[in-house]
């Protein structure tokens, strides 16, 4: 079993659905990532939180520490979101990220 | 704004031949990650440096793989002899310090098909 798990795998909606990602972990995590990933290759961060939820424009992330679990929501979703979101999370006493396998999301206008 | 930079974007080579990708860091960034991304799984860390010592290779095929920062600022990725299981992304990222608190900034990758 990975570390990080995702879902859905692949998820597609119509413009202007409400977008739920989701990501659980089976670790102690000092601090969790979400990442996005657009064709081509490069990936921008999105958010490092360790708890509570954070907001950046139509973006939310979400952590529940006792739960092990996060979410990422998208409100108003438009076709530019359409990109591989991907959930990483740092385990207490390591430096280095673990990556769940993304989430391929596709907007369609 | 300050961007980490990769080179090549994209490489194809045959299987058996040396490659070699370059990275250069957000300029003071003194961590330089290197990971390989296989078609539809997350990155995987190859090799982690801390100037120009290395955190972490326990990931890294050291028998193909070999991995530089002589002078704690760009690096090198080498791969001698490539295998047709070789071809990914390969990711190159960079933070101020190495710790949960730093975000760590991703270059564009190097795409490499090896036929």
């Known amino acids: 079993k990975n570390e990080v798990e995702q879902s859905p795998q692949n998820l597609t909606a119509q413009e202007g659905e409400f977008i739920t990602i989701n990501c659980s972990y089976s670790v102690g995590i000092s601090a969790l990532h979400w990442l996005q990933q657009h064709p081509g290759g490069g990936i921008v961060s999105l958010f490092m939180l360790s708890s509570g939820k954070k907001k950046h424009g139509r973006l939310i992330a979400t952590i529940n520490i006792q739960e092990k679990h996060s979410s990422l929501h998208i409100t108003a979703s438009h076709p530019r979101d359409s990109a591989v979101y991907i959930c990483?999370?740092?385990?207490?006493?390591?430096?280095?990220?673990?990556f769940g396998q993304g989430t391929r999301l596709t907007i369609n206008p | 704004e300050a961007e980490v930079a990769q080179s090549p974007r994209y490489k194809i080579t045959e299987k058996s031949q040396a490659v070699a990708f370059w990275c250069d860091p957000i300029?003071?960034?003194?961590?330089l990650y290197w990971y390989r991304q296989i078609l539809g799984q997350g990155p995987e860390l190859l090799v982690q440096f801390q100037d120009e010592s290395v955190v972490d290779d326990s990931q890294l095929p050291k028998d193909r793989f070999s991995a530089e920062r002589l002078k704690g600022v760009d690096s090198t990725l080498k791969i001698q002899p490539a295998e047709l299981g070789d071809s990914a992304m390969y990711l190159c990222?960079?933070?101020?310090?190495?710790?949960?608190?730093?975000?760590?900034?991703f270059g564009p990758g190097t795409r490499l098909t090896v036929t």
């Open positions: 990222a960079s933070s101020l310090i190495g710790q949960s608190s730093y975000e760590q900034y």
């Open positions: 990483a999370v740092r385990s207490r006493g390591a430096q280095k990220l673990v």
């Open positions: 300029s003071g960034h003194a961590t």
